[in-house]
């Protein structure tokens, strides 16, 4: 889940605390090593991009690219995860530095045994979510969740009833300079 690296419209939360030229290019140069760092034979990584005009624009070539859709954070999630046919899908922010191949491979293990693996983040929210091969998502799915509030994770976990949900790793996605680890902060 990607979001087109522009002036105030992208980290918002974070330009308040490093200036939006800085979280800018925070994002830009976050969105380009994560790319290099997850590129890996054993899945296939397709952008979800926002604004939906921005699907052809900005992106590495080479790379599949969906738009978003319209709706709030859980309907834009929920279509992506019903939109693959074949296989488990995860999905992730494009918000956290410290993810590694051996993260999204252990939310793809996961889905072996559980219908929808979380990987949690400190703050109450979560970096990846992910649901088995078949797994029918309800049409509740992922509605009336407290998005950015430490209720997220929980919210959303109820929206899936009767589910078996795996955690994952913890890491933590960058909302606002607290979150940045200081060497990334300045361009």
Not at 69 to 94: H, K, Y
Not at 101 to 130: C, E, K, N
Not at 157 to 163: Q, S
């Amino acid at each position: 889940m990607v979001k087109a690296p522009r002036a105030g419209r992208v980290k918002t939360r974070l330009a308040r605390g490093i200036g939006t030229v800085a979280a800018v290019w925070w994002y830009r140069h976050q969105v380009a090593g994560l790319l290099r760092r997850l590129r890996d034979p054993r899945w296939r990584i397709v952008l979800a991009v926002s604004p939906d005009r921005a699907v052809d624009r900005t992106w590495p070539k080479g790379l599949g690219r969906v738009s978003q859709g319209r709706g709030d954070l859980g309907d834009r999630m929920r279509r992506q995860l019903r939109s693959v046919s074949e296989g488990a899908v995860v999905l992730i922010g494009s918000d956290i530095p410290g993810v590694k191949p051996a993260h999204i491979s252990r939310a793809f293990r996961a889905l072996g045994s559980a219908d929808v693996v979380f990987g949690p983040a400190p703050d109450g929210g979560y970096w990846l979510v992910g649901v088995r091969r078949g797994c029918a998502l309800a049409t509740g799915a992922m509605r009336g969740v407290r998005w950015s509030t430490p209720y997220a994770l929980a919210d959303t976990c109820a929206t899936f009833p009767g589910m078996r949900i795996t955690l994952v790793d913890t890491l933590t996605d960058v909302d606002t300079a607290a979150d940045l680890p200081q060497r990334q902060i300045t361009p």
